[in-house]
């Protein structure tokens, strides 16, 4: 069993940065690759990024590629997100989510654990 935890969100110009963090209780946290997935109003869940076990291997989706940064220190079983060059856009709940079945997961059914979500806001 994992509990996840993010926070982290806020309200931030566009072009402005937010880290968001994904806390995560556990002894095993070292064997889930982890994700990040946003819901913004009226649209469906959507993959943001993942990084698998080691934190040796990352992917993201198209719209956030070279903006945004997944990272993990497992020591502190803590998984981020650096989000910079925000746009409007990128206004969502933004939820993180573990895996213990895949190497790289970027589909929702694969993930077997979910956080309460944090919510970014983006104005202008």
């Known amino acids: 069993q994992v509990q996840l935890v993010e926070s982290g969100g806020g309200l931030v110009q566009a072009g402005g940065s937010l880290r968001l963090s994904c806390a995560a209780s556990?002894?095993?946290?070292?064997?889930?690759?982890v994700g990040w997935f946003r819901q913004a109003p009226g649209k469906e869940r959507e993959f943001v990024a993942t990084?698998?076990?080691?934190?040796?291997?990352?992917y993201y989706a198209n719209s956030v590629k070279g903006r945004f940064t997944i990272s993990r220190d497992n020591g502190k079983n803590t998984v981020y997100l650096q989000m910079n060059s925000l746009k409007l856009e990128d206004t969502a709940v933004y939820y993180c989510?573990?895996?213990?079945?895949?190497?790289?997961?970027?589909?929702?059914?694969?993930?077997?654990?979910w956080g309460q979500g944090t919510q970014v806001t983006v104005s202008s």
């Open positions: 989510a573990a895996d213990s079945g895949s190497f790289l997961p970027t589909r929702e059914y694969e993930y077997d654990y």
């Open positions: 556990g002894r095993t946290f070292s064997t889930y690759a």
């Open positions: 990084i698998n076990r080691s934190g040796g291997s990352t």
